[in-house]
């Protein structure tokens, strides 16, 4: 029986990455509630337009892809004001109801990403009632055809603005758009702007620094325009084979990995189809990325290119993961490949794998980006010892280890892994319950590739079901720690919080083959590469629990 | 007591009950005891570290025992599914009985190096002469402790309320703590080493290596080293 | 209360067993240290640095003086004691992800348990059975069950390279010496203070001061 989604029922931000469908503009605003009832209409009027998960094209049930798309989610302090009743707020998960400031020493959000460095907005947010972020708007533009793609998407960006600025307007106060989202020149806007990469006027799908963003998001159940792509992105079974993931993982009310329905607010109807949504702006420091990327890569055996892709696992030209092309001649192979795959085979190139062939790191190193984010069934590791072999174990209970020579196995190779056959319930197990779905956009230009300040990054919205159990788990102790990669406190290299504090220096190991008679690299002194700008964390809640919030009937008794 | 030791580690487990008393400022005793523990917390320290061979332990009192009675988690309801006449009543009948202690006990579960013979009374002979003046102040409160003045008799004592463990699983490993300590000190050590000498030519890295090698004297267990319990990153290293 | 001493968590968890069924939880325990490959779920997960069971009989409780009311109880008591790396959350769901069979198997005996999956019971189940640990000592704080053994590896592979090169040429020297860092390539992951994982701003505060060796100035000194 395969499960279908109610895809009528659900924001069309949490099943799609509008960049991956056209939509390469994008325009977040946050709104401030100062009276509920007139707030409560005017999220009745936005519902009205909000864009649902339902498929685009032609026949029955299937609607015209819009040149917009609207969605809309809500923070703790907003849902309170618009009237959801305390019976209901309790049921909230406790980070969520706490906030994203409140949370930066499990986030790591400390020195340069510290909350007095974030964006005005980000600052006085939850400082007083008056400058409370209460609603998330984020609208996404289509791209048109030819020349004028990029204008025809921003003219249906302030298409979409105006439309919406007129819905606050007609509020007379009653909601008002808050501003403090810095901008190019330290000034504040009332929205936050994202659009993709541009390269001499084309469209790309890289970040700033020059890497493919957004290959592995998960694959859930019940998603009908997915079927294609649960290879490398849904969880890792038995065999090396995919399936995808419990939809509870990342919609509330669902059946999620452990089959039970992930905690949610009360009643089913306010919380069925809603999720939790974390976004975050990312400031990326492009010039200390260019110097420390050249004066390692000077160093580095394989050279600059090589280096790049084992900070993040993957190539920065076409994404390729390094597990798939661990080196130049591997590369070319795999570039040739690549060029004559049709889209599906190109698509199962990017994202078709396991680490069942690198379970050492040698190829793609346990700090990089993509193993630290999503390490699929490479956490089920081990690294034996010489001693007995399980019947020797046993027959040592009996006799004497001299007699038992024939029962001995070698250990393995100094420095290597290997995967612990079995020793799990399944071979994702670690990772199939911390998995995100990731949403945004790259934000702002780099002007000049020589100087941080600049006002640059990425907008990240991560959707889950369960915040501290997915998101700040992931960020917490996969990115800005290392145990459970055997790296101790070595951080991921890309999104750590690398120490400024010549005490706690930042360093990484980029394995090699065990069998090789190479030496890892050692990366040193890493700098901090990313820093948080601000953020929060929201409510995305279902077309149903979105009427019943506007008209105020939200009611668990 | 096999199962207490794995290899050359020694897992205690010490119940000691609290006496049903107060003190004159009207705290009970067990909430005294707490309370001690409690102050151990704000010393720079804890007395543990005086200890020799001491790996991890902890203390806490223990109340009373709990009941948790989630339904549909017995063999009746089980049974209940599966038949269609099984009596509510039975399934009453079944619900667990309520427990509860008549006294509080302090409990000290311990994971100590004990060496290849077990050596659990030098273990506690050490704790003692380190820190007689800490269990006084803790295990004063509890029966039969009155009159425990040396370390033959704590040992007896102790050995009175301790209980065996069915399991112990090792999952670090049981050498000396001197020798663990050694070790993570020249791991921390040799990391910076590998970090700042990469790229070097040969001879240059022969000779440091050297320099390195006599630094950190791998051999000496006493210095350089880590201190027992050490949290500060600059005060970690114990030098000779 | 403090069950976090560095990168160690000290969880106790105290549940009611029946007696007749006590030998055969007895039974597989000790299965699980004999018969290979039980503890291999564990072994793989290496997050614990020693942990134990411990069974006390319904009439076992030490009773040493005459003035000690004797106990009176319907069900004898399994104590659980870990010392574990990681937040709660992260232990819990770790091992009910990874193992799920391997606590059933040793938990199933007990009163009413709730079986480990699904996780919300099983939560609920082992946060009503947890005793909270007042005092915890650890010899190591900064180190995790991961870096105590890659401890282990780096002392005898530094003792043993320093053995094999003392006669060899610079060439020879250098081979080994990739040797040994492509043999250590997992054990060399530095080891600084453990991320925050408790959100009780006390906690935070104490530890900050801890580590600035401001401690005494936390200003708590009761008990004394």
Known sequence: MTKKLDLLDIQGNVIRAYGRFGYPVARYVCLNVRDGAKGREFVGSISKKVTTAVEWGDGPGKMKQPDWTINISFTYQGLKDLGVPTSSLIGFSPEFVSGMKARRDILGDDGPSSPQHWDPIWQRNRETRENDVHILVSINALAGQGLDWLKTAEKNRDQAYKWFQGEVDKTKGGVVILDGHLGDNGEQFKYQDAKIVLDNGKPTSKEHFGYTDGISDPVFEGVPYDENRVKGRGKQIPGGKWAPLATGEFLLGHVDEAMEYPPSPEPVLLSRNGTYMVYRKLHENVATFDRYLEEQGSKFPGGKELLAAKFVGRWRDNGAPLVKAPDAESKAKYDAQFAAADE????????????????????????????????????????????????????????????????????????????????????????????????????????????????????????????????????????????????????????????????????????????????????????????????????IPSITALHMIARGVVDPT | MASNISGNAYALTILSPIKNSFTDDEVSYADTVRDRLQSWNSEPNSPMALVPQ???????????????????????????????????????????????????????????????????????????????????????????????????????????????????????????????????YLKQEFSKFAVSNQGLDTATLRANFKGFIQRVAPANLTAPTWTAGGYRIDKLVKRG | MSNIAGKAYAMNVITPIRSYLTWVNKLIFWAAVKVPGVLTGLVTLSLIHYARWVIIPKDKFPHLDPS????????????????????????????????????????????????????????????????????????????????????????????QFEKDTQTVSDEEFLKLYNGLLRGLQHDLGDMYPTPIVTMSAYQVERRQKWHEGKLAEAGENHGK
């Open chain 3, 68 to 159: 000690q009311p004797k106990e009176n109880l319907n069900y004898n008591y399994m104590l659980f004691f870990s010392n574990f790396n990681g937040s709660w959350d992260q232990y819990v769901d770790s091992f009910t992800f990874a193992i799920p069979g391997g606590l059933d198997l040793f938990w199933k005996w007990n009163i009413r348990y709730s079986k480990s999956v699904a996780l919300t019971p099983f939560h609920d189940y082992i946060r009503y059975n947890q005793l909270e640990t007042i005092h915890y000592y650890n010899a190591y704080p900064l180190a995790a069950s991961n870096d105590v053994k890659s401890a282990k590896t780096v002392k005898s592979s530094l003792i």
């Open chain 1, 344 to 539: 599906q085979g190109k698509d199962d190139l990017l994202s078709d794998f396991t680490y069942d062939d690198d379970m050492s790191g040698g190829k793609c190193p346990f700090s990089s980006h993509i193993r630290r984010i999503n390490p699929r069934a490479s956490l089920e590791m081990i690294h034996e010892e010489a001693g007995f072999t399980p019947l020797g174990a046993f027959l040592s209970l009996f006799l004497p280890p001299s007699w038992l020579g024939m029962f001995k196995k070698a250990g393995d190779k100094p420095g290597s892994l290997k995967v612990s056959k079995g020793a799990f319930n399944t071979p994702g197990a670690l990772s199939d319950r911390r998995r995100l779905l990731r949403r945004g956009l790259p934000y702002g230009e780099v002007k000049d590739r020589t100087r941080d300040d600049g006002n640059h990054g990425i907008i990240i919205m991560m959707v889950n079901a369960d915040i501290n159990r997915q998101f700040e788990f992931v960020q917490q102790q996969w990115i800005n720690y290392g145990n459970d990669f055997k790296a101790g406190n070595d951080k991921e290299i890309i999104l750590g919080n690398h120490s400024l504090d010549d005490k706690f220096p930042s360093k990484a190991v980029l394995q090699v083959d065990p069998n090789s008679d190479q030496a890892p690299f050692l990366l040193s002194d890493i700098p901090r590469l990313v820093e948080t700008r601000g953020g929060e964390y929201f409510f």
């Open chain 2, 54 to 184: 001491t790996y991890l332990c902890r203390y806490f009192v223990l109340d009373d025992v709990y009941t948790e009675s989630l339904p549909g988690a017995s063999a009746i309801d089980t049974l209940i599914d599966l038949l269609p006449f099984v009596p509510d009543s039975l399934r009453r009948c079944y619900w667990p009985k309520e427990d509860h202690l008549n006294s509080s006990y302090l409990v000290f579960s311990c994971n100590f190096h004990c060496g290849p013979n077990a050596d659990l009374d030098g273990y506690l002979r050490n704790m003692w002469n380190t820190i007689s003046d800490k269990i006084k102040e803790v295990w004063g409160f509890c029966h039969g402790f009155d009159g425990v003045d040396n370390a033959d008799k704590f040992i007896d004592y102790m050995k009175k309320c301790q209980f065996e463990a069915t399991l112990f699983f090792v999952g670090s490993n049981d050498d000396p703590l001197e020798e663990q300590l050694k070790a993570l």
